[in-house]
């Protein structure tokens, strides 16, 4: 427990979805993309080996205290698994070079078995890592693990353009890649949950920056919705993030039965309080660049401020969060004072004077 707390993670969490008191507001930085800097890696070296992955997030935790440990399955785990052609930077998050499907008409010759924990050496580091924290500090803090929904799983298979091009075109298509990326999704999903962890599902790319809502609906949301349902039945816990712009999507993706909803910082909280706070817990939504990576001190304490502000009385609850994962060109600082606001302004009871609220 970190020396300026009176509650672990665990029991502040626990507080929470209780409606019991807490020492202070929860506190979640996405910590994932800078995790191996705060420990003296290259992420190269983070991603080498299930200890590594493990040390860089119980460093973190070390360090900040934050409310989250986060294991990093990634946004392109099912297309790499697949034989999508990956990236090996030494010091950033690896990318899709080459899809491994060039053609929605040869889906079938893809073997999506590769997918699995027995014959995915990466799904099998991840979830060693998971276990290495839960080992080492799963009785202080929770795991969890970031890894894609649907739609953006599915662009790690076939190229994004094609899949929003072939939306209109071959629609049938691509419901079947969706179907069966889904299906998979669906057992990696378990695998996690049996060990424990919580389910931190990103699709950035069925935000409303790139899909029209009747494209949401139609081809995200119905497979989201088993996604949840999966969690549910399996005894988990899915934490929805999503990039972008979600304004006309917001209810369809609450809608699908996630436990909590993390929304980007281009949305605002206000709005996300008053359409849907009253439906599930809200986290969110500090600029990981506008203000962690460009902001000074003042200004970072300032957004922490601001938002709690907005958030605090959200009707199902309110978590502090960044808007986004912190990339790893965020200055390590950032993460001191992000975490140091939180403990001044969140602390609980909650100083309204301080936090400029009026009575």
């Given amino acids: 427990m970190h020396k300026l707390d009176q509650m672990t993670p665990n029991e502040r969490l626990q507080a929470f979805m209780t409606g019991k008191e807490m020492d202070r507001i929860l506190a979640m930085p996405m910590l994932v993309s800078i995790a191996?800097?705060?420990?003296?890696?290259?992420?190269?070296?983070?991603?080498?080996?299930?200890?590594?992955?493990?040390?860089?997030?119980?460093?973190?935790?070390?360090?900040?205290?934050?409310?989250?440990?986060?294991?990093?399955?990634?946004?392109?785990?099912?297309?790499?698994?697949?034989?999508?052609?990956?990236?090996?930077?030494?010091d950033s998050v690896p990318a899709v070079e080459e899809h491994i499907l060039k053609d929605l008409d040869d889906l079938d010759k893809l073997d999506f078995s590769l997918t699995t924990k027995e014959n995915d050496p990466e799904l099998q580091r991840t979830l060693e890592a998971c276990r290495i924290c839960k080992e080492k500090v799963g009785h202080e803090v929770p795991i969890g693990v970031l890894i894609s929904g649907p739609f953006t799983a599915a662009a790690s298979v076939y190229p994004v353009e094609k899949i929003l091009r072939a939306t209109r075109k071959s629609p049938e298509k691509v419901h079947v890649l969706l179907r069966k990326v889904t299906d998979a999704l669906k057992g990696i999903y378990v695998e996690y949950i049996n060990e424990g962890v919580l389910i931190l599902q990103c699709d950035p790319i069925s935000s409303g920056t790139l899909l029209h809502p009747k494209q949401y609906r139609e081809f995200v949301k119905p497979y989201a919705t088993e996604l949840n349902e999966t969690v549910k039945n399996a005894g988990g816990v899915n934490v929805m993030h999503m990039c972008g712009n979600i304004k006309n999507t917001i209810h369809d993706i609450v809608e699908t039965g996630g436990a909590m909803l993390s929304i980007d910082n281009v949305v605002d909280m206000e709005f996300a309080k008053k359409e849907v706070g009253d439906k599930l817990p809200l986290l969110g939504n500090v600029d990981p660049i506008g203000i962690l990576l460009h902001g000074t001190e003042e200004e970072i304490h300032e957004a922490v401020r601001q938002t709690i502000c907005k958030g605090y009385d959200s009707p199902k609850g309110f978590i502090l969060a960044s808007g986004c994962d912190i990339t790893q060109n965020v200055p390590v600082e950032s993460i001191d004072a992000f975490m140091e606001a939180a403990r001044k302004y969140g602390k609980y009871p909650l100083d309204k004077e301080l936090l400029g609220i009026e009575n």
């Fill in 36 to 90: 191996h800097r705060v420990v003296g890696m290259t992420h190269k070296e983070k991603r080498s080996s299930a200890a590594n992955e493990a040390a860089a997030q119980i460093g973190c935790y070390e360090k900040y205290g934050n409310d989250i440990i986060i294991i990093e399955y990634g946004l392109h785990g099912i297309g790499r698994a697949l034989g999508s052609k990956m990236g090996d930077p030494e």
